[in-house]
């Protein structure tokens, strides 16, 4: 098989395993096996860039910057809908259709209206071509880098589909991919994205794809336009969509009056709950593009179609107090106490404030009854006040000056916008809460050992930092409240286990700020040990890949405070992981000297990058694929078919991972 014939082939497997897991959610290969011919897609686009192509699925994750997003005029103008809020305005909208239509049967196609940013998708020749924001409505910005990234939209489609056409739909954050990017932040002391909407359609103008495909969004996609489509209904043009390759949920319904329309509203309004992304109403088209046609639009919408807003839920209630919470990174959050109140299901008792500029605007004060609504984030928030219920003696509110649990005077950096208590070292819950992330699930994952223990032992003063965790005994710990002999020895087991935490995930337990998970393993991969990395200077951080100024920075800090270092001292002498530990022969040798080897398939012992190492500590070479100076292939299980065919015309020997080793272990 020629090369160009492989790239195709592997690019097409690559498209149907997307769709397979991002639009039919029935993945047929482990995430696993993607990787690798992924890997194997991107390794032979590198050595042979005349094949590449723009809309090859290894430019899904993303990579190029865009400075500037491009104007580009729509084709077809973009139009807004009109809005409706009861059943009586549809009834007086389809007054209106009948007297233009005549009194027709009219069908009317029921979907659900996604919360999130509008795309227009042009597809030439059956490929993405082009991908522009809303705007205007007549012009919007080229954002296709960025839209690439996400999987469930299709590099190329398959059917029969004419030359040209857009495609129409929205992007949105699903909850669950939402919840587990704030989860994200709020592990490396960020402040969380308040909304799914707001962020979606954030992520759409941000100059770096890499960022946007880390991003779990995802594309509903609602309608085509074009010349020629082979369907003259807007309930066709959906189906034809889902058969192109489209993700085109399901839920939409065809209603033969404005009956079934309104048994429609009335399910989904009590449904929408337990849908996996928010929706804040319904839109309802009349079907027949014929009818369309004849209706047209108004200046801004279009006449044949219409959205139901659901009701917001909101309701009003009084706030009762403002108390002020600490985070383990010392931020202030404000946060109201309410007086509880029944909304969307759940007793409402207290809101976030977010900061002191959103209770500046919101001039929020103690004895007010606001208004508090649910949207798709978990905790609810407060949107305005009632001020024709503020009390005459009401005052403005004055944000603390001071920390709630230390007194520190609080200090705010320039641009941000949250307070800070700047007591590192002396401010409780900053301390307990440092304690409770080292001892963390995925940080040093000390059994035995959990967030109120922390708390506990800090306030009878067993422990002020996590490295006196390690001097802990059984019989300091026995007279704690609830503390048994069995729970006692478990603790100090579970602490005494955490020495064999590798070094990666004692370098995100530390809790430098802005060293999340990712840039644990990316600084550990780069500096291999702490004392390399507490040595970098900033202009070396920065150099690192997905490193920038703000954690470089945040990394300094971190290694220049005198507290700091004593206590990495002290985990170093109780034996805590400090570096890399090199699992593969790490004595370099000659043995492999002039020898090429291609590193392929899954292995059980060791992994790739073990095995490449291994090779290039040798002295030998790693190539990218199997070519006639190839000197052996060190295969593991599903390798490529492509790759063993071509490994057995060449004539290149193929060993496993064990015979690998007997090669470098040999004398
Ligand atoms: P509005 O922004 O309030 O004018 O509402 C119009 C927008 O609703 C459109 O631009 C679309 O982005 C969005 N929308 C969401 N779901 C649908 C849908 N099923 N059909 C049409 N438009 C939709
Ligand atoms: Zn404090």
Redo the contacts with the bound molecule.
Sequence with gaps: MDIQNTIQTLSKELNQHNYNYYVLDKPIISDYEFDLKLKELQNLENKYPEYFDENSPTQRVGGTITKNFQTVPHEHR?Y??D?SYSKEELVDWEKRIQKVLGEVPLEYTC????DGA?ISITYENGKLKRAVT?GDGFQGDDVTNNIKTIKSIPLRIKGNFPSTFDVRG?IILPFAGFEKMNQDLIEIGELPYSNPRNTASGSLKLQDSAEVAKRPLDCLL??LIGNKLPFNSQFDGLETARQWGFKVPKEAKLAGNLEDVFEFIDYWDIHRHQLPYETDGV?VKVNSFHFQDELGFTAKSPRWAI?YKFKSEQVSTKLLSISYQVGRTGAITPVANLEPVQLAGTVVKRASLHNADQMEKLDIRVGDTVFVEKGGEIIPKIIAVDLTKRPETSEPTKYITHCPECDTQLVRGEGEANHYCPNFCGCPPQIIGRIQHYISRKAMDIEGLGGETVALLFNNGLVHNYADLYELTVEQILPLERMAQKSAENLVKGVENSKNIPFERVLYAIGIRFVGETVAKKLAKHYKSIDALSQAALMDLVLVDEIGDRIAQSVIDFFENKENKIIIERLKSYGIQFEIIEKVNPNATNKLSGKTFVVSGVFEKYSRDDLKKAIEDNGGKVGSSISAKTDYVVAGDSMGPAKLEKANKLNVPIISEDDFMILINES
């Design positions: 973009m807004s809908l809005n979907e659900l209206k996604y509008s809303r929205e609602y309608f839109v959205a």
